[in-house]
């Protein structure tokens, strides 16, 4: 069943359910044609209250709230509905009986017991009448208004308590939902990282480069073995990474860069022009590596004279912008964006970690340059 039909079951049945012990009461005063008319418009009234209530609680976001400053806002706006519900049922109920007095002297006499008094002439019958009648009705308007207040206030505790119970339960249930979604698509981005950097080709590129500088540059053979091993134990040890600090994601950047300038040597150039507020930022592990791999994999390696990578990043109040440029342009009708597994994974991991402020978007900045561009809310 739909969460639109539940809702719908629910409050026709529950308010439905409330008024039958009403109805039973009305019953033994009023006929039951206008028992069934006055509890079914109190049924229609509440149904009509608790809705419009639902809705000014979705839009002011109550849900979100945390329990203390919840409770006193349903306290009182259970109040407040309960007397707007009494008001109205109220005036349907001694309506009635106020119509039917005046449509049947009898009703009356038979509702304040006067029928059952023989022997008394009409003049006293009728003061008697007057009297019964005016008591009767400030009697019945103080009883049935504060009874109504009462029962209508506790009825719509005890909705509000359902209803936030729900979503409550609901909304721990999306979370834990978005948490295993979130852990699927971190798994699934880590194979496509390892798949891409541990792979035999990959080490034998990497170690054959380094094999013939030991001749030539003994001190770069080494610091292109510890660009390599860094990489290669930051990329085993990725999936116990949530997020990593934005410096630590360019060190691992700066790792894969240097390795890759071995093999393409003068044909890659690149910089880093990174804001010092920035490093201490948290980003999704392998993100902007991810970006920098796609940008040489499908634009620098097809670039006869080699190209320029530019990882750029920039600091507001809201915002972490981070901005890799290549040389090169994206291929495709007006520019289309590249589609692959490692962009995909990067966009969810971004929509589900930070929600649907951030941002990945690749596009052509001019005829020579591309540009991918990452937003991160600080929030």
Not at 93 to 103: H, P, T, W
Not at 303 to 308: H, M, Q, R, S
Request: hydrophobic share 45%; net charge neutral; aromatic share 10%.
């Amino acid at each position: 069943m739909k969460k639109n039909q539940l809702y719908w079951l629910l409050q026709i049945g529950g308010w439905g359910g409330l008024h039958i012990t009403s109805f039973l009461a009305i019953a033994f005063m009023l006929p039951f044609g206008a028992s069934v008319l006055s509890t079914l418009m109190s049924v229609l009234c509440a149904i009509f209250i608790s809705h419009l209530y639902r809705l000014y609680v979705k839009k002011q976001k109550w849900k979100d709230l945390k329990i203390v400053k919840l409770i006193p806002r349903v306290f009182f706006s259970s109040l407040l509905l309960g007397s707007i519900l009494a008001t109205l049922t109220f005036i349907v109920g001694i309506g009635s009986i106020l119509v039917l007095a005046k449509l049947d002297t009898n009703f009356m006499d038979q509702l304040t017991g006067l029928s059952r008094i023989e022997g008394i002439d009409e003049a006293t019958l009728g003061k008697l009448r007057k009297e019964n009648y005016n008591f009767f009705t400030s009697s019945t308007l103080i009883v049935m208004g504060l009874s109504f207040i009462v029962s209508y206030s506790v009825y719509f505790i005890s909705w509000s308590s359902i209803y936030f119970a729900y979503q409550f339960l609901q909304k721990n249930r999306e979370v834990e939902i978005e948490k295993w979604k979130l852990q699927a698509t971190v798994k699934d981005a880590e194979l496509s990282a390892l798949k891409s950097q541990i792979n035999p080709h990959f080490i034998f590129n990497s170690l054959n480069n380094i094999r013939s500088l030991v001749v030539e540059d003994a001190e770069k053979a080494r610091d292109s073995i510890t660009h390599l091993s860094d990489l290669l134990r930051f990329s085993i040890q990725f999936d116990h990474y949530e997020k990593v600090s934005f410096e630590k994601e360019m060190e691992v950047v700066a790792h894969y860069l240097n390795l890759e300038s071995i093999q393409l040597e003068d044909r890659l150039r690149y910089q880093f022009l990174i804001e010092s507020e920035s490093k201490e930022v948290v980003v999704p592990p392998m993100l902007i590596q991810t970006l920098v791999e796609n940008a040489i994999k499908h634009c620098i390696n097809n670039l006869p004279e080699g190209g320029e990578i530019i990882v750029e990043s920039k600091m507001t109040t809201s915002f972490l912008s981070i901005f890799v440029k290549n040389t090169g342009q994206l291929k495709g009708p007006n520019g289309a964006q590249r589609k692959g597994i490692g962009i995909g994974n990067s966009r969810e991991r971004l929509r589900l970690l930070y929600g649907e402020e951030a941002s990945l978007s690749i596009e052509n900045m001019n005829e020579h340059m591309v540009c991918a561009t990452v937003k991160i809310p600080l929030n």
